[in-house]
């Protein structure tokens, strides 16, 4: 119980200096004088600097690496080639294909020749059969050389479908040889990769000599005619953000200086933890080096006036939950109720409560509060 009321004594008496100190002896504070300024309403989000499109530089086909055509870094254009793999052997498949090809055109040649001379023993044949036929029909030859020219003509007749079904099965291995070889030289067109559009290198992720399956990874190619900041903002800020609204965008490595920007596009699906959702802020200018996935804030314009009484939000001075600043009068902090207007990350509008010329303060010390009637002094 005694330790209880010596605690409660120390108590009261260090607020007791303090108010004693903040009524006879002045506070530091600083100051800033109203005056009509305009203001920009916005919000907040941070994300990383992304490429609306981009794509990974990949083989069709494994192999090995020969050569590598573009590093990290590199600007390419389009249908440029990227990467070399060792071509030796598809080169050898592509000889083969061709041969075989050429082998299927000179037997089509080959059958071809033979039709037109079974067309011509059918000609004789059926010329034969016709004078044999007339002369046994008058008695002056016998059955028998009529039976042996039908035989013939039956031949005949028989060699020319024979040579005509050889020249069909022949065009149909030209077709399949024509399609290997048009396999093959695209497995050897495969063995070049090239930019599927005009980009910038932003990874490398092999080596020549690498042995690369298909669809490995080997480039990171991404379009920069359109980057963006991919940022999260919190969901209760939805309803005021539209496409195409204005931006400040700032960078991390420029900390002090901001880049213009435009909303993209709006997430449509919200964070289940965070509560927040991606909004896509295209950046209209980059800084002179910049990287894919790096951090940045952007501030979406929501609002703007051009002529309002701004101060700065850190002499805001709430109570009860109601917004207010200190007044200098008479060399003392005086609290006085305000309505506000329009926000942004560092100033406030002020719409009632305050004049054009009047003078708000704060505690210069973090941490330090003022009270009503405190005396203040400016450096």
């Known amino acids: 119980m005694v330790g209880r009321t010596v605690r409660v004594a120390a108590v009261a008496a260090v607020v007791a200096a303090v108010g004693y100190w903040g009524w006879f002896a002045p506070v530091a504070v600083s100051a800033h004088r109203l005056q009509r300024e305009p203001i920009v309403a916005d919000v907040l989000g941070t994300g990383v600097l992304e490429a609306r499109v981009r794509t990974t530089i990949s083989p069709k086909i494994t192999g090995r690496i020969a050569a590598i055509l573009a590093d990290q870094g590199d600007r390419v254009e389009a249908a440029a080639a990227l990467v070399r793999l060792d071509d030796e052997e598809l080169r050898q498949q592509v000889a083969i294909a061709q041969a075989d090809e ?52 039956r031949v005949a007749e028989a060699g020319l479908s024979g040579a005509e079904a050889g020249i069909s099965e022949g065009e149909k291995e030209l077709i399949a040889a024509s399609e290997t070889l048009k396999y093959q030289r695209a497995r050897l067109a495969d063995a070049t990769v090239t930019a599927p559009f005009d ?22 190619l991404v379009a920069t005619e359109e980057l963006w900041i991919s940022a999260w903002v919190d969901e209760t800020e939805m309803a005021r953000l539209k496409p195409e609204q204005p931006a400040r965008v700032v960078f991390r490595s420029e900390p002090d200086r901001t880049f213009p920007g435009r909303v993209a596009r709006l997430g449509r699906e919200v964070d289940r933890e965070t509560r927040e959702f991606v909004v896509d802020v295209r950046v209209l200018e980059l800084p002179t080096n910049w990287a894919v996935g790096q951090r940045a804030e952007v501030y979406i314009e929501t609002d703007r006036k051009d002529s309002v009484l701004r101060l700065p939000a850190r002499f805001l001075a709430w109570r009860d939950d109601a917004p207010g600043v200190f007044v ?26 305050l ?23 400016t450096p």
């Open 102 to 153: 050429e082998a299927a055109r000179a037997k089509i040649d080959r059958l071809k020749a033979e039709k037109s001379r079974a067309v011509g023993v059918l000609a004789q044949a059926k010329t034969s059969f016709e004078r044999v036929r007339a002369l046994t029909a008058r008695n002056v030859s016998s059955q028998e050389e009529l039976d042996r020219a039908t035989e013939a003509l």
């Open 199 to 220: 980009g910038l290198i932003v990874r490398r992720q092999r080596e020549p000599g690498d042995v690369v399956p298909a669809g490995g990874p080997i480039l990171s």
């Open 328 to 353: 200098g009068e008479g060399g003392r902090a005086v609290w006085r109720p305000i309505r506000l207007g329009l926000r942004s990350a560092e100033f406030v509008e002020s719409v009632e409560g």
């Open 355 to 377: 004049q054009d010329g009047e003078t708000v303060v704060t505690a210069r010390k973090p941490g330090t509060a003022l009270a009503d009637g405190w005396r203040i002094r």
